[in-house]
């Protein structure tokens, strides 16, 4: 009797099944791993031949296998192969197959007595193969033991005779970079490289307390908070006290108070005590010469610990990943050499540029992955986040700086270098170059999208929108770092039974009173919506969102498309509202050097002047000209006595509508001269620096709006109206005759939005348009009774769901704003909501 | 929406005879889209008006515009239709005076073979080419014709509609015949989809006037809705030579320029030709084609059996809808349609697909980009595709005057810039230093010793 043999694989593996027919492989794999983690030839088999024992489909069938188990491992799925496995050449395919996904792999032989396994076959009616066959593959299994574990697997877990197959056990084991349970907060130390007095320094900015032996010197460090340290590797080399680093590390690692992962520097320094033959180059001879000074104990200790150093880590769930030299996504959490170099190196074309040293491709401006990514290897100037990874070399070993991360907070510490221990090879890279992140990939937003929202779940854009909005995207909008936000579409209200209207303030009231107090009710300008990106000046423009160019901001319509052709007019607009925020001190009052607005933008003529001209004018001609030209000669055949008279009745009617609806278009239109004659109504604050603001209430953007407005020395700002209504009171009469008093002078109508302390989770708004102002979006005889009961009718659930997608979207994509993540990031967002602005929705709503 | 025929031929009130319709009577007629009235405001022995009065139902329009176009805009609401003499107001001539127009009166055959004096009032016909094109049209088919622009309301301009008043002495059957065809021409669009039927209504209804008229190139092609095969057939039919055919993506400056010299190919022909023989200088086996737009250079490429692989790409998904049908993709053999891709893709974009081609090409592409956007072209194309060779051509701006362009005008309503000589030099000079390649520059089209040529051309080739 044997002991039950335990059998560890990794958590994420191919394991290799390796036994003849009837070793009981596929019991083995049913006993101890889920079915869909199997995948047996047999199966594949019957698959692509619909007979699982057809061996003339065995070729398609390892195909399908091939693939099934590759996508599986792709996407880090534990998988089990159940096929006999007693040829190399069978093997060999699988353990490529892994490394090709850098995933480790295992194989679990089943030798049991053929003798056994044949008895098994002949009880299997579906098994005709003979005893030969199975005796055949015994031998090759036999011959097989002798080289398995040269094979490229992990490990060999060898099960001999029936009954230790039947006793084991199999348990998954974590990978070593796998520390997700540790959460941290966590302070990442970027590369140290022998300077152990900035280390000092930086730790107590930090607000560790260092330890320190009889001697002195410091030997480990705690941090009151429990908060724990992680050093992005290259600890050792080229600076003044590599062995004072690593007594120190060590010390906070065996306390527990820090991780560190390897970095090149280290691996090389262990290969050289390990006595192998190294080029001593790059501060390599410092390291050497230091440790020398040591004892051989101190030195057995560090080299035992580089040694044992991983090369990336998974920390705080998956959320944050560390690597020496960065990590791509698809290697997270993976082991092979490719990844363990890449963490190490970077990702290196193998040629050497100018100074001699590797070229490194851009991954980081790829990475589009979820976990924040730390590391260090190339000194920049300043650290800067890529994509939600950032780099903490900054050179202090050359003069530089040594930095800090603290993590959730994401606040970079940095101390300066007391000198420049270590001549640079090449001089540092300015952070500037790196500001290619502004460089958008069309898997950002090609095909079907799911995008996550705060406020309405998943929303999903469709890829015929994408593809529209791709167009759009490029063809007419302006540069993707202007392009923020864009305002979402707003539905209006229920058809009114109000006699003669089709909107009518009674609708918007009854549809918020149920669900909140209070409802502002806002002037709505008839010009065009505008969003307004507004810096304090040039440089925060160039720092904040990389602006290379003029305008210093950005002035955009609701396609995202620049207002003005002329960049100096924008500049010249943005500039005087940034003259406005600074007079009414708006940039100490919120905490901000920009700030991003909602406005309307007027006349309507400025941006719309082409439409309104072939489209609503041409329209007006067009009546104007023919109606009485028609009720001319009705009254002449009347005035012969035929019977025209309701003929010449409808055509009178429709001949004051016509100049009802010219009059309307033409309110809208004014003369402008340059920015003359131009008025910009501003009247939501969106987000300022690190807040999005939509959670604020309309008293407080209207107030802040003001305050805009009533500093600007250049008339161009302009009030937007407002009243606020207590919803169930005598205030809804008043806003009634107040939107038709507003709409009698000329106005659009208003928009009713309700007025909360949170993020509105209903419609953010109704809006209420004026019973003249519908003529134009109508048609000019849309008052006639037969037409209003018909346009009664109108199904507005689509263009509601769509202003709700669309807000979604827009808070989701200020949030982004507001933090500053990445521009594709936000850009998906911003991409989502002109993708839905495709859908087909009825225009007049 | 109104159209009143007028006679002084004495007793007039026979054109109630012509018309079939009686003097007296208000008769309505129902229409697909409204009501049809016929009546006569005056009806006297020397002068006798009938009027046609389209009373339009709009929401019934509406609903027929959005199953047919789709576009969603509010045009389809709110437009001229209820008001302009357009092609509603010829169709319903056509049906209410159906017999009038055949010319052929049993009673009364002496009357409706003559001539007689008429007046015809539109208040308000809708017209791409203005008061000017009504006469062209109308004055060489007998008729003394006054035609004003109306003003659009508000602006200090005129729109498309023209007031029109037709005088002359013409058979009623012809005169209603020419109205059935120029109508719906001066609008040059129709409310319904345009198919191969309307060759036979043409021919049908203009034969006898429309093949001796100076403007049957426009009449047809405008009848037709642009539709060029019909418009051939249509020719055909007419014992007619096609006329050499432009291209609607074309640059209308550049295709009116190439119709004047008829003897000198295209340009953008031989801006084809310039750059195969670009490509085939690099000795390209792969090319993508960015801003493909309906694929003539792809069509090009597959022609020579040395493109291997051939991949158009276009941002706009009706362009590759368009490619597909003119490089019929759905009947292309296999192995010409093995070596070709058609994809969706910006070149603001970067994009995996566009990598691994020896040579790429943006054939009148980058004008087409705001010039804000041009580094991130630039970077996508020479930055992250890097193909071997790259060839850009767009227009030369010093050649513009020879178009008869002003300063700052330029050739397509699209184009967001056209450079000189002396910016594109620069632009590619600096492109090509920024990202390895070398490059050349050179002249596309018929060379002017001042201007240069049409078209500049930079091949770009890695370092």
Not at chain 1, 318 to 338: D, F, I
Not at chain 1, 512 to 537: F, I, P, Q, W
Request: net charge negative.
């Amino acid at each position: 009797m044997t002991d039950a043999q335990t059998i560890a694989v990794p958590e994420l593996s191919l394991v290799v099944l390796v036994g003849v027919s009837g070793s009981g492989k596929s019991t083995f794999a049913a006993t101890h791993f889920k079915p869909t983690q199997v995948i047996s030839s047999d199966y594949c088999r019957g698959l692509v031949a619909d007979d699982e024992t057809d061996q003339a489909a065995t070729a398609e069938a390892f195909k399908l296998l091939h693939h099934i188990v590759g996508t599986r491992l792709r996407l880090g799925l534990l998988t089990v192969v159940d096929a006999t496995n007693v040829h190399e050449r069978a093997r060999t395919e699988l353990v490529d197959l892994a490394r090709s996904h850098h995933v480790l792999v295992d194989a679990i032989v089943l030798d049991v007595e053929p003798a056994l396994a044949v008895e098994r076959n002949l009880a299997r009616p579906d098994r005709d193969f003979g005893e030969a066959v199975v005796r055949r593959h015994h031998r090759d299994l036999k011959r097989s033991l002798k080289h398995l574990s040269k094979e490229g697997f992990r490990r060999v877990h060898r099960l001999t005779g029936a009954e230790a197959v039947a006793a084991a056990r199999v348990v998954t084991e974590k990978s070593w970079n796998d520390r997700k349970d540790e959460t941290g907060p966590f302070d990442l130390i970027g590369d140290v490289h022998g300077c152990r007095a900035e280390l000092e320094v930086l730790l107590g900015e930090l607000g560790w307390a260092v330890e320190r032996d009889d001697r002195g010197r410091a030997v480990g460090a705690a941090h009151p908070e429990g908060r724990k340290a992680v050093f992005v590797g290259d600890l050792v080399d080229r600076g003044p006290d590599t062995p004072g680093v690593l007594r120190l590390v060590m010390g906070m690692v065996r306390a527990g108070n820090a991780l560190c992962v390897q970095g090149n520097h280290e691996h090389k320094l262990v290969r050289a005590l390990n006595g192998r033959r190294v080029t001593v180059a790059h501060g390599l001879a410092e390291s050497l010469e230091q440790l020398a000074a040591e004892d051989e104990a101190f030195r057995e200790e560090a080299r035992a610990f580089m040694d044992g150093l991983r090369a990336h880590l998974l920390l705080d769930g998956g959320r944050l990943v560390v690597a020496h030299a960065g990590l791509k996504e698809e290697y997270h959490g993976r082991a092979s050499g490719t990844v363990r170099s890449f963490a190490l190196y970077g990702d290196t074309t193998g040629e050497t540029d100018e100074f001699g040293l590797p070229v490194r491709l851009p991954w980081a401006e790829e990475y589009r992955g979820a976990a924040t990514v730390v590391y260090g290897h190339t000194p920049t100037v300043d650290p800067q986040w890529i994509n939600n990874t950032i780099c903490l070399d900054t050179g202090c070993c050359f003069g530089g700086k040594l930095t800090a991360l603290r993590y959730p907070e994401r606040e970079l510490v940095s101390v300066d270098a007391e000198r420049e221990w270590y001549a640079p090879v090449r001089p540092l890279a300015p952070a500037a170059a790196e500001r290619d992140a502004a460089m958008l990939d069309a898997t950002d937003v090609a095909g079907d999208r799911y995008l996550t929202t705060d406020l309405v779940g998943t929303v999903k854009v469709r890829a015929e929108n994408a593809a529209a909005a791709l167009e759009v995207m490029s063809r007419f909008a302006d540069d993707p770092r202007r392009l923020l936000y864009l305002p979402p579409t707003m539905a209006p209200v229920d058809a009114s039974d109000v006699d003669g209207y089709l909107e009518h303030p009674a609708q918007a009231f009854a549809q918020y009173r149920d669900r909140v107090e209070r409802v502002v009710c806002e002037e709505k300008h008839m010009g065009s919506r505008a969003v307004a990106l507004v810096c304090r000046d040039k440089e925060v423009a160039a720092s904040r969102f990389g602006l290379d160019a003029a305008p210093w901001g950005a002035l955009l319509t609701r396609t995202g498309r620049a207002f003005f052709e002329n960049e100096a007019l924008t500049g010249d607009l943005l500039s005087r509202v940034a003259a406005a925020a600074s007079a009414a001190g708006l940039w100490e009052r919120l905490e901000t050097d920009w700030m991003l607005l909602d406005c309307e933008l007027l006349p309507w003529s400025a941006k719309a002047k082409g439409l309104i001209k072939d489209q609503f004018a041409g329209v007006a001609a067009a009546g104007v000209a023919a109606l009485p030209a028609a009720s001319a000669v009705l009254e002449a055949a009347a005035a012969r006595g035929l019977d025209v008279g309701a003929l010449l009745e409808r055509t009178a009617s429709r001949t004051a509508n016509i100049e009802a609806f010219a009059e309307v278009y033409q309110r809208y239109c004014w003369p402008v001269d340059g920015l003359d004659g131009v008025r910009l109504a501003p009247f939501q604050v969106l987000a300022t620096e690190g807040r999005n603001l939509a959670d604020h209430r309309h008293d407080w953007h209207l107030e802040v709006v003001d305050a805009l407005n009533a500093a600007d020395a250049s008339a161009l700002l302009l009030e937007t109206r407002r009243r606020f209504v207590t919803l169930g009171t005598a205030d809804e009469d008043e806003a009634t005759q107040w939107w038709i008093d507003l709409c009698a002078a000329g106005g659009e109508g208003m928009v009713v939005k309700p007025v909360l302390d949170d993020r509105p989770r209903l419609q953010p708004g109704l809006k209420v348009r004026g019973r003249e102002y519908l003529r134009i979006i109508y048609g000019a005889d849309y008052t006639d009774p037969a037409n209003l009961t018909r346009l009664r009718q109108r199904r507005l659930q689509h263009k509601r769901s769509q202003a709700l997608r669309e807000y979604a979207l827009g808070v989701e994509a200020l949030d982004l704003v507001a933090k500053n993540a990445p521009l594709w990031q936000v850009h998906q967002y911003v991409f989502a909501i002109l993708a839905l602005e495709s859908e087909p929705v009825d225009p007049r709503l | 929406m109104l159209l009143t025929i007028t006679t002084t031929a004495n007793p007039a009130t026979d054109l109630g005879w012509l018309l079939r319709k009686h003097p007296d009577k208000v008769q309505a007629f129902e229409q697909t889209f409204g009501t049809a009235w016929v009546f006569y405001p005056e009806a006297g022995e020397d002068r006798c008006t009938a009027a046609l009065l389209l009373e339009v139902d709009a929401a019934r329009l509406a609903r027929s515009h959005s199953r047919a176009s789709g576009d969603g805009s509010i045009k389809q609401y709110v437009n001229d239709r209820p008001y302009a003499a357009s092609s509603l107001l010829a169709v319903a001539l056509g049906k209410v005076f159906s017999t009038a127009r055949t010319g052929v009166s049993e009673e009364r055959p002496d009357l409706a073979a003559a001539a007689l004096p008429l007046e015809i009032a539109l208040p308000a016909v809708p017209c791409k080419g203005g008061p000017e094109l009504v006469r062209d049209l109308f004055e060489p088919l007998g008729w003394e014709v006054e035609a004003t622009a109306v003003p659009l309301p508000g602006f200090d301009a005129d729109s498309r509609h023209v007031r029109v008043r037709l005088r002359g002495e013409v058979r009623l059957s012809e005169a209603l015949s020419h109205l059935y065809v120029l109508l719906p021409v001066l609008d040059d669009a129709k409310h319904y989809w345009v198919d191969i039927g309307e060759v036979d209504k043409l021919v049908r209804s203009g034969g006898e006037w429309l093949a001796a008229h100076p403007r049957r190139g426009l009449i047809a092609r405008r009848y037709l809705a642009h539709r060029r095969s019909y418009e051939r057939a249509a020719f055909a039919r007419l014992e007619e030579v096609a006329e050499a055919a432009g291209s609607e993506e074309e640059s209308p400056v550049e295709e009116e320029a190439a119709e004047g010299s008829e003897a000198s190919l295209p340009l953008h022909r031989i801006r084809i030709g310039a750059v195969m023989d670009a490509l085939a200088a690099s000795d390209a086996a792969s090319v993508l084609d960015l801003g493909c737009g309906s694929g003539k250079l792809l069509d090009a490429l597959l022609d020579d059996p040395r493109y291997t692989r051939v991949t158009g790409a276009d941002v706009s998904s009706r362009a590759i809808g368009m490619a597909e049908r003119a490089l019929r993709l759905d009947r292309m053999p296999e192995r010409r349609r093995a070596r070709l891709q058609l994809i969706q893709g910006s070149v603001v974009y970067r994009d995996k697909r566009f990598a691994g081609y020896d040579a790429a090409v943006l054939m009148e592409v980058i004008e087409h980009l705001d010039p804000g956007r041009l580094p991130a072209m630039e970077r996508v194309v020479f930055g992250e595709a890097r193909p071997r060779t790259v060839v850009v051509t767009t227009p030369n701006a010093d050649f513009n005057a020879r178009y008869g362009l002003g300063r700052h005008e330029m050739r397509h309503d699209d184009h967001r810039f056209e450079w000189d000589r002396a910016d594109f030099a620069a632009w590619t000079a600096a492109v090509a230093g920024r990202y390895g390649y070398r490059v050349r520059i050179e002249g596309v089209g018929t060379v002017d010793p001042e201007a240069g040529t049409p078209t500049q051309m930079g091949v770009f080739d890695r370092d």
